[in-house]
C-alpha cells in the first residue's frame, strides 16, 4: 500500500522498519485520520498532550500543590471496565479458543472490524507509540507498536510501558513486534463539536494469537484500549509462552526481606480487584520482616540456566484500583500517587482540585462524582458512590518508595513461591500449601472468587477463575493446564516454586472478616517462607498442608484466636459441597481437560471420602 499524502505527518517518520510504514500507512488509509503523529514518550510530549486533553475537557490538571503534574479524567458511563463478552480470540481452529473465550473466524472477524474501522479516526490524530513490554535491555526485548486515536491512551502507555528513544532504535533491528491497533471509533464530521470521552457503543476486543496481532475498537478505557497490558502481556504472550515454554500470569511479584536478611521473592496471582496491588506493596505488621514491590498484575516467568523459575515484570506502572486505597490498607500505594506524574480515572474530584474515592481517609463535604455530579456524604449514601467501584489510578513504578532495585533487571528474579487466591466467603482456608507441582496445578485450575467491579457484570456471584487468568488466557484453557504441567516436569521439582492457596476474605456467620489481612498478611507469608526453610509444621488435610493456629505468628493480632481458627478450617462438609462445583468446571472444559486433572479431583474425592 502506498501512503496517503493528504495525511499530515505521515511523511518523515522517525522509524525506518519497513514493515511498521506499511502498517501505518495502511491504517491511515482505512481510518483517514486528519494527521499522523509518531509518539517518543519524551516529557515534551507528556506536557503537549496533556495540556489537549485539558483544553479539550477530558482532563482536570489536579492543584500541583497536592499531585503535581497529574490529571483526573471521567470516562463515559458505559466504558468503565473490561467487556469480557466484547472480547475475542480469534483463533484459526474454534478449539484452540476453548470455553474461557469468546471466538469468531480471524477473516469474519477481519472483515467485520475493517468496516468498522473505515473512516474511524475521521477528525482525529492517529497516534503511532512504539512500546515495549519489559526492560528494552532484555535479550530479547518484547516490543509492540499500538496506533491509537486516544491521546489518553498514548500518556497513559508512557506510564504503563517503556518508550522513547531505545525503543524505536531496537523497533529499526529484526526483534519482532506485536502490531495493536485502537480506535475509539469515534469519528468527527466537520464542525461537530467533541465529547469528553468519545467511544462507541459497539466494542471490539480482538486478538488473532497466531499472527500475535490486537485489533480493538469502541473502548478508551484500561485493559480494552492500553494493549500493551492485558491484550499483549497476557492474551498475546500466554499463546507465545505455550509454544515457547514459558509462562504469562496474571501475577504480582514482591520481594520478602526475613530479620536475617534473607531475601525471597513471591509471586501471586488473584483475579483482577482483589488485592494484588495492596499484596505487592505490603507492609508487613510483625517486627523485622520487609517487602519490596517488582509488580502489581503481571509477571512473565522463564528458566533460568540455574533451573529456576524467573519472573519479570513485563509493566511500567500501576494500574490499580482506587477505592479502598488509604493510608492504612496500601500507604506505599498512597505514597507513589502523592508524588505526581499520575491519572486518575472516573475517581471523585474535590472542590479544590485533588481527588477522593469511597474508603479514602479524610471524606470532603463536597465532590463532583466520577458521574460529574454533586456529591456529599449525605445524599452518596442514599445512592451512588463517588468514585465508580473501578476507578483507577495509573501511577509510575518509578515512584514507589519500596519498588525493589532489581525491578528492571532483564534476567528477572527467582521466584521461590507461586500464591494463588480468591475472593471467598467460605470454604477456603487462609492458607494451604500443595502436595507438590501438579496438585498445584490443580489448586490454580480450580480457582474461584466472587465476580468484583473490574469487568461488567453482576458482583459477588462465585466463579472459577483459574490461575485469576479466566479473562486472560489466549488460548484453549485445556491446554493451558497442560502447559502448566508440562512446565513442571521439564524442570527439576526441588528447584519449583511451591504453590499456595490462600484466602484473605473468609467470613464468619454475621459477615465480619475472620482474618484481618492487609499488613497481617505478612504473617502468612511468614509462615509460606518458614515453610520454605522447613522451620514451620502444617497438617496434611484433605486439601493439602494447612497450618492450625499456633503454627502462625499471631503475636499482636487483635482477633480473637476462634476466628483465626475458623479462617484457617478445613471443613469436610464444605469441600463436598464444592467438589459438584468443580466437576460442572472441569465438565464444561470438554476433551482437552488434562487427564492428570481429572486424576486430582478423583484423589482429592476419595480424601473426601465423596464417591
Ligand atoms: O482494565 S484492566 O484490565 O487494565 C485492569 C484489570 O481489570 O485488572
Ligand atoms: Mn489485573
Excluded at 502448566?484 to 521439582?493: H, P, T, Y
Aim: net charge negative.
Amino acid at each position: 500500500m502506498t501512503a496517503v499524502p493528504t495525511i499530515q505527518g505521515l511523511e518523515n517518520p522517525p522509524i525506518g522498519r519497513r514493515e511498521v510504514l506499511d502498517w501505518v500507512a495502511e491504517v491511515a488509509d482505512l481510518t483517514t485520520p486528519d494527521r499522523v503523529v509518531w509518539c517518543d514518550g519524551s516529557q515534551e510530549e507528556w506536557d503537549r498532550l496533556t495540556k489537549e486533553l485539558v483544553d479539550a475537557g477530558t482532563f482536570v490538571q489536579l492543584d500541583p500543590d497536592k499531585k503535581p503534574n497529574s490529571f483526573y479524567a471521567a470516562s463515559d458511563p458505559d466504558d468503565v471496565a473490561r467487556v469480557e463478552e466484547r472480547t475475542y480470540i480469534c483463533s484459526v481452529d474454534p478449539a484452540d479458543a476453548g470455553v474461557t473465550n469468546n471466538w469468531m473466524d480471524p477473516a469474519e472477524m477481519k472483515a467485520t472490524m475493517t468496516e468498522l474501522y473505515r473512516g474511524c479516526m475521521r477528525g482525529r490524530t492517529l497516534y503511532v507509540i512504539p512500546f515495549c513490554m519489559g526492560p528494552t535491555s532484555a535479550e530479547r526485548p518484547m516490543l509492540g507498536v499500538e496506533l491509537s486515536d486516544s491521546a489518553y491512551v498514548v500518556v497513559s502507555m508512557h506510564i504503563m510501558t517503556r518508550m522513547g528513544a531505545e525503543v524505536q532504535r531496537l523497533l529499526d533491528g529484526d526483534t519482532d513486534w506485536v502490531p495493536a491497533l485502537h480506535s475509539l471509533g469515534a469519528p468527527l464530521e466537520p464542525g461537530q463539536e467533541d465529547v469528553r470521552w468519545p467511544c462507541n457503543q459497539t466494542k471490539y476486543i480482538t486478538h488473532f494469537p497466531e499472527e500475535r496481532m490486537i485489533w480493538s475498537y469502541g473502548s478508551g478505557y484500561g485493559g480494552n484500549a492500553l494493549l500493551g497490558k492485558k491484550c499483549y502481556s497476557l492474551r498475546i504472550a500466554s499463546a507465545m509462552a505455550r509454544d515457547e515454554g514459558w509462562l504469562a500470569e496474571h501475577m504480582l511479584i514482591l520481594k520478602l526481606i526475613s530479620p536475617e536478611e534473607k531475601v525471597y521473592y513471591v509471586a501471586a496471582a488473584f483475579p483482577s480487584a482483589c488485592g494484588k496491588t495492596n499484596l505487592a506493596m505490603l507492609e508487613p505488621t510483625i517486627p523485622g520482616w520487609k517487602v519490596e514491590t517488582l509488580g502489581d498484575d503481571i509477571a512473565w516467568m522463564h528458566f533460568g540456566a540455574d533451573g529456576r523459575l524467573y519472573a519479570v515484570n513485563p509493566e511500567a506502572g500501576f494500574f490499580g484500583v482506587a477505592p479502598g486505597t488509604n493510608w492504612k490498607t496500601n500507604p506505599n500505594a498512597m505514597r507513589t500517587i502523592e508524588r505526581g506524574n499520575s491519572l486518575f480515572t472516573n475517581v471523585a474530584l474535590t472542590d479544590d482540585k485533588d481527588i477522593w474515592w469511597e474508603g479514602m481517609e479524610g471524606e470532603p463535604e463536597h465532590v463532583l462524582s466520577w458521574k460529574g455530579q454533586d456529591w456529599s456524604p449525605a445524599n452518596g449514601e442514599a445512592g451512588q458512590p463517588a468514585a465508580h467501584p473501578n476507578s483507577r489510578y495509573c501511577t509510575p513504578m518509578s515512584q514507589c518508595p519500596i519498588l525493589a532495585p532489581e525491578w528492571d533487571d532483564p534476567n528477572g528474579v527467582p521466584i521461590s513461591a507461586i500464591l494463588f487466591g480468591g475472593r471467598r466467603k467460605t470454604t477456603i482456608p487462609l492458607v494451604n500449601e500443595s502436595f507438590d507441582w501438579q496438585h498445584g496445578t490443580f489448586m490454580g485450575a480450580t480457582l474461584s472468587s466472587e465476580k468484583t467491579a473490574a469487568a461488567a457484570g453482576a458482583v459477588g456471584q462465585v466463579r472459577r477463575d483459574p490461575m485469576a487468568m479466566i479473562p486472560f488466557i489466549g488460548y484453549n484453557v485445556g491446554d493451558y493446564f497442560q502447559h502448566w504441567i508440562d512446565v513442571g516436569k521439564g524442570a527439576d521439582a526441588d528447584k519449583l516454586p511451591r504453590i499456595f492457596y490462600v484466602n484473605w476474605f473468609r467470613r464468619g456467620d454475621d459477615g465480619r472478616f475472620l482474618w484481618p489481612g492487609f499488613g497481617e498478611n505478612g504473617r502468612v507469608l511468614k509462615w509460606i517462607i518458614q515453610r520454605l526453610e522447613g522451620k514451620a509444621a502444617a497438617t496434611e488435610t484433605a486439601i493439602g498442608h494447612v497450618p492450625t493456629a499456633d503454627q502462625i505468628d499471631l503475636d499482636g493480632v487483635s482477633e480473637p484466636l476462634e476466628d483465626i481458627e475458623a479462617s484457617l478450617k478445613v471443613d469436610i462438609e464444605e469441600w463436598r459441597a464444592e467438589i459438584p462445583l468443580i466437576e460442572e468446571w472441569f465438565d464444561s472444559i470438554g476433551e482437552k481437560l488434562p487427564t492428570s486433572m481429572r486424576d486430582e479431583l478423583e484423589a482429592l474425592k476419595q480424601r473426601l471420602g465423596v464417591s
